[in-house]
């Protein structure tokens, strides 16, 4: 095996880290020399701005591919929903890992009695605000940023009831609190749970290093939920969650995708189970049978009211 050293790209968040870190000991593991190089993202130092209204599709990934462009970091590792679906030119998807906890729960304060009236949550997410406005059209949901201990600690610090996260996240990171309740009825969003490590695509030796931690899995969900988002053009900024899983005992897909407005008001969701075969275009499909139920003027809906 060659002695080059694999240069590890990563946000220097808590959880960034842990990521970049767990990549890091499995190539360890495999044999491989590595070493690990934080960046700081824009995603990461503009706080006061909604994510959607910084008008960037990748805004946490977007300082990463620039140093691996540039020839300063091997691979970068992301959590995979926050990647745009397009990847850069000469950037590859090199591994998907194994997927974790893909729901979405609510950290609370210890009363959850505002359920049952009003009550303020917070969340950064269009597609987490959304659908909490389709179950809860009285509350009120104020806009969160920052990364996952940033968020916990402004939860602390104001007067929300709440504040709505990814498990896997706080669970990677140890940080889930004991007042928490899983909103199984909220659609993650595209990939959500998954890491995803790229690579330049010319870059042979770490695509062939990297490749060994796919998991062919998670690979076929996430391709199929971010071809879902991908279609129905997405990016960072319309309310889309989609869900695929795979069915051991039937050998079947079963595919959840949803488009929300923007208030939760309007909600267009499709729900298909296919044999694994038909795993190729089925987050295209889905994305199709939305737009002929109503998504297409959603969707131009959407874009118009953000733009404002």
């Known amino acids: 095996m060659a002695e080059k050293t694999i240069r590890i790209g990563t946000r220097d968040s808590e959880l960034a880290l842990w990521q970049a870190h767990t990549v890091e000991k499995k190539l360890n593991d495999l044999g491989y020399k590595t070493e690990i190089i934080a960046v700081k993202s824009q995603g990461d130092i503009i706080l006061d701005k909604p994510l959607y209204e910084l008008g960037i599709t990748g805004i946490f990934t977007k300082t990463l591919d620039i140093a691996m462009i540039n020839g300063q ?3 970068a590792v992301h959590s995979m929903k926050d990647v745009p679906t397009a990847l850069p ?6 591994a998907v890992l194994e997927r974790a906890n893909t729901v979405d729960i609510l950290v609370h304060k210890g009363n959850l009695d505002f359920l049952q009236g009003e009550g303020t949550v917070a969340t950064g997410s269009l597609r987490r605000q959304a659908q909490w406005w389709n179950k809860y059209p009285n509350h009120t949901v104020v806009d969160l940023r920052g990364n996952v201990n940033t968020r916990m600690q402004k939860l602390q610090e104001n007067n929300w009831n709440g504040a709505v996260f990814a498990a896997a996240g706080l669970e990677r990171i140890n940080l889930k609190p004991e007042n928490y309740i899983n909103l199984d009825w909220m659609i993650p969003a595209p990939a ?3 890491m995803v490590v790229v690579a330049m695509a010319e870059d042979d030796f770490c695509r062939d290093a990297v490749g060994q931690l ?3 899995e998670t690979e076929v969900c996430t391709h199929i939920e971010r071809q879902f988002l991908k279609t129905l ?5 319309a309310p889309i969650g989609a869900l695929a899983k795979y069915n051991e005992i039937e050998d079947t897909i079963d595919f959840k995708g949803v488009l929300f407005s923007i208030d939760g008001k309007q909600k267009i969701e499709v729900n298909k189970i296919v044999p694994i075969e038909e795993w190729k275009k089925l987050g295209y499909n889905s994305a199709q049978e939305i737009f002929a139920n109503g998504g297409t003027e959603l969707m131009k809906t959407i874009k118009e009211s953000l733009k404002k």
């Open 73 to 75: 970091v091997d691979i």
């Open 89 to 94: 030119m000469g950037i590859v998807q090199a």
């Open 192 to 194: 959500q749970g998954a």
């Open 214 to 216: 796919n998991d062919i």
């Open 233 to 237: 053009e997405g990016g960072c900024t």
